[in-house]
């Protein structure tokens, strides 16, 4: 049962994650932002997301 339990959470914090990432490909951020935000997501992908959440660009 533990592995299905840690392969479920690893499913939902990926789409959390690439939903994320989709966010800020199409928000209105200038393009080297965009970069930074992306990589931050994947190199620091829980500190990312949650700086992302509070400072991201929204919209």
């Known amino acids: 049962m533990g592995i299905e339990v840690g392969g479920l959470l690893g ?3 990926l789409i959390i994650l690439i939903w994320a990432i ?3 490909a199409k928000s209105s951020a200038g393009t080297f932002a965009k970069i930074l935000w992306i990589l931050a997501l994947l190199i ?3 500190v990312g997301l949650i700086i992302w ?3 991201g ?3």
């Open 11 to 13: 499913l939902i914090w």
């Open 22 to 24: 989709v966010k800020v």
């Open 44 to 46: 620091f992908p829980l």
């Open 53 to 55: 959440l509070l400072m």
């Open 57 to 59: 660009p929204k919209g």
